[in-house]
């Protein structure tokens, strides 16, 4: 991205890798080798020999074109760049996937471009690369906003900053303020034709869409924000296949003057977690690595790994050998806080002059391919919104498929493919929590975040607890706890 177009935003430590120090997305490394060659009982040698060539998929027999230079950046405009290239899964299989990157790269780029670092799009038409949001906003330690000060009146609790923390967003974020300009500029760097789409971006909810891009083509995308919300970008292309395979991303709209609410008048937080659940095939990766076409009648799904913001298991978990990516997980899933006084009959109360009653905001994705029930254990969560459509208070109603349309309690949330739901997760003292123990609490309290359903727990086929798990952590008022 040009310098003067994307500037990194001043302390937002705008692009640290998700995928560790080595940034070793695409190919195993020795010590990775080494780790498979002896979990799967075959030798050293091999193990090795194995860094050599793709763990998932032979060499696609047919020609890949070069990859060509990144283009010369325009002002106010977003390049976006299709690439492919093998992707680290949580058991260090690589599996082929395609992505929507910020460079060109080759297929056997050791680091391919499959995601972009977030990019906002900001009202006063520029694009600035940045993590967090709002930009000049304060970084929650380690994702955790502090709080202000104990709530005198409720043991135990705290009073929450209002209008104060940024939010730390996961690749493939792009964030647009309301009364900006998206401009998007994509490039397809494969040798089929490719789309990108947003889905229900336009007028009136219609799609904006590039049209076909044939390969080594430029798609061009100019549309003004739509309302605030959370939206997706995919190529629609043999939907869902092209999607499953890695090519979407999430557009989050905000309105920067009331930068810590979902919509206006809507949902206010302390900071917002955007959760983005991905479904992997290697079936589907291995015929179109191959360069064949997905055909989802004769191959239904069946994924094999199941990733939130891009990753699984104990990396979702935060529990991995890799600070990068532990602190990745910390900052941009593993939901947190201080426990506080919550009364969802008003998100925007507010005790105290600068400060909040209000939980945290969940904005739930799902461009995968699977069903999702996200499930939590500690507190139910306040469901608000779904696919931009604020739920009523009251007199709700059923819906064709038999859910009920109301805001709600829901301990499981329920996720369809391209589904987008917006929830408050209160952040407050569990309601079982009895006085004697919720007054001698000496450490943080954690809570399980799981799947539901239940083939999403696994990577490989088996492994559990390897696949769309997180959990958030309640925090302990004693220091070291
Ligand atoms: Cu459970």
Redesign the pocket.
């Known amino acids: 991205m040009p310098e003067e177009n994307v500037s990194p935003t001043e302390g937002n430590n705008p692009c640290p890798s998700t995928t560790g120090p080595d940034g070793n997305e695409g190919t195993l490394d020795r010590a990775g080798a080494l780790k498979f060659g002896a979990a799967a009982g075959i030798g050293v040698l091999a193990a090795v020999a194995a860094v050599n060539r793709p763990a998932v998929a032979a060499v696609p027999a047919r020609a890949r074109g070069r990859v060509s230079a990144a283009a010369v950046p325009l002002p106010g405009v977003l390049d976006l760049y299709i690439n492919e290239g093998y992707a680290k899964m949580v058991d260090d299989s690589l599996v082929y996937q395609r992505g929507f990157g910020d460079k060109p790269t080759a297929l056997r780029d050791a680091k391919p471009s499959l995601r972009i670092v977030p990019k906002i799009f900001t009202r006063n038409g520029k694009v600035v690369q940045s993590r967090t949001y709002p930009l000049g906003a304060a970084l929650p330690p380690n994702g955790t906003p502090t709080p202000a000060g104990p709530d005198g009146a409720n043991s135990g609790q705290f009073m929450i900053m209002r209008n104060h923390w940024a939010s730390y967003f996961p690749q493939r974020t792009i964030i647009a303020e309301t009364g900006s300009t998206v401009r998007l500029r994509v490039f397809n760097g494969l040798s089929g034709t490719h789309q990108l789409t947003v889905a229900q971006a336009g007028p009136g909810g219609q799609d904006e869409t590039t049209w076909p891009i044939p390969p080594g083509g430029e798609g061009y995308l100019e549309f003004a924000a739509p309302g605030a919300g959370t939206y997706i970008y995919y190529d629609p292309t043999n939907s869902p296949v092209q999607r499953a395979l890695g090519l979407f991303g999430s557009l989050v709209v905000l309105d920067p003057e009331d930068a810590w609410r979902v919509a206006p008048h809507q949902m206010a937080f302390e900071r917002q977690w955007l959760w983005v659940t991905h479904a992997v095939d290697t079936k589907w990766a291995n015929i179109e690595a191959a360069g064949g076409t997905v055909d989802p009648e004769a191959d239904p799904a069946v994924p094999r790994y199941f990733l939130l913001n891009d990753r699984s298991g104990f990396e979702a978990l935060g529990h991995s050998p890799n600070p990068a990516i532990n602190r990745a997980a910390h900052e941009e899933s593993l939901v947190s806080g201080y426990p506080r006084q919550v009364d969802v009959r008003d998100f925007g109360e507010d005790v105290e002059l600068g400060t909040l009653r209000g939980g945290q905001a969940v904005r739930m994705v799902n461009p995968g391919i699977a069903f999702h029930q996200i ?1 939590f ?1 500690g507190n139910h969560l306040w469901t608000v919104r779904r696919n931009n459509v604020e739920w009523p208070r009251k007199n709700g109603h059923v819906d064709d498929e038999g859910h009920v349309v109301l805001q709600q309690w829901e301990d499981v949330v329920e996720l369809q493919p391209m589904d987008r739901k917006d929830c408050i997760i209160p952040l407050k003292r569990p309601p079982d929590a009895t006085d004697q123990v919720w007054n001698n609490r000496t450490e943080d309290w954690k809570y ?1 975040m ?1 799947c ?1 359903a239940e083939m999403s727990q696994t990577a490989a086929g088996g492994m559990y607890p390897g696949g769309l798990v997180a959990h958030w952590e309640l925090k302990s008022p004693v220091s070291g706890g």
Request: overall charge neutral.
């Open positions: 499930h254990h399980p799981h539901h």
